[in-house]
């Protein structure tokens, strides 16, 4: 199978902004790491730019980790230094400068920050990667993805999806696919249920079990990765399934080169990255259900 379309790029006349700008919200003061892996795997990915909002006192130290081609965005915080809930005001007027968000690589739990992460779920018109602390936010509040219609995409593993299902961890262990198909059919959005074999599921019986990765890609950073692939495919116009499917094999296939390279005990976040233009050299996945 060829590449999304919308990412052949066979024009010459083209420009930056034809390939999408992602916003992402992510960092704090330990977990800065995230925000940065996030955006720079989105910008490895193709997104045309990649603009991260952070706590307005981290821009500086945010500048310096992050890869000088990533745009920062300082927002109101609170006195810990996450994002604070009146930042939604300044993201509201401009929700049209963007094509697609991803929201909680790195953002904690603060009670404040999560009552951001919840009004960010709920009024934001654009395509949604909801990962990390967003999913923990989420937890108790699925109502919300009914707010909007443009696509939720959720992240979690398996400790993530319990509270998320409200079923526990050994039941989605040995029920993977079953507990995905219950979950899309409930709740309006596609779901990544990450691990071996990740899972790609969207209402209506579509599935893809991912055939890529390996254990070496059990490491810090890893799901900030992906977030960010994912979010780079749907800024550049591809649809929610087939971004996160293509996004999920992507991902597994730069961390399956990164350990030929690196060896799985030694593989970081980073060489995931690094591994990002060899893995879009080859081929997506092939079109796959499971009913």
């Known amino acids: ?26 960092g704090s003061p330990r977990t800065l790491g995230a925000a940065a892996l ?15 909002g952070i706590p307005e006192s981290l821009n500086n130290a945010l500048q310096k980790k992050a890869s000088p081609v990533v745009m920062t965005w300082p927002l109101p915080e609170t006195p810990e230094h996450t994002i604070a809930p009146k930042a939604i005001n300044r993201l509201t007027p401009v929700w049209d400068h963007y094509q697609v968000v991803v929201v909680g690589p790195g953002l904690l739990a603060h009670p404040n920050t999560q009552d951001f992460i919840l009004k960010v779920i709920e009024h934001c018109p654009l395509p ?12 108790g509040q699925m109502d919300l993805l009914q707010a909007q219609t443009a696509v939720r995409i959720l992240t979690p593993h398996t400790g993530e999806m319990a509270p998320l299902a409200g079923v526990p961890r050994n039941l989605i262990q040995t ?23 990740t899972i790609v599921a969207e209402k209506n019986q579509k599935m893809y079990v991912n055939p890529t990765g390996n254990p070496g890609m059990a490491t810090a950073g890893s799901g900030d990765v992906l977030a960010g692939m994912i979010a780079a495919l749907l800024a550049q116009g591809v649809d929610g399934f087939e971004a996160a499917k293509v996004g999920v094999h992507w991902h597994g296939l730069a961390g399956d080169l990164a350990a030929k390279n690196k060896t799985r005990a030694s593989m970081i976040a980073t060489d995931i990255i690094e591994k990002i233009p060899e893995a879009l050299s080859l081929r997506a996945p092939a079109k796959q259900s499971l009913k």
Not at 9 to 21: E, S, T
Not at 38 to 52: D, E, F
Not at 128 to 139: H, N, T, W
Not at 176 to 184: A, D
């Open 1 to 26: 199978m060829p590449w999304p379309a919308p990412l052949s790029r066979r024009k010459n006349n083209v420009h930056k902004n034809d390939f999408g700008h992602v916003l992402v919200l992510a």
């Open 175 to 197: 029920n993977r696919k079953k507990v995905c198909r219950n979950f899309v059919e409930r709740y309006p959005c596609v779901l990544v249920l990450k691990g071996h074999e």
């Open 38 to 52: 996030c955006s720079l795997a989105s910008m490895r990915t193709g997104a045309g730019l990649v603009t991260v």
């Open 128 to 139: 949604l990667v909801i990962d990390a602390d967003a999913l923990r936010a989420l937890a």
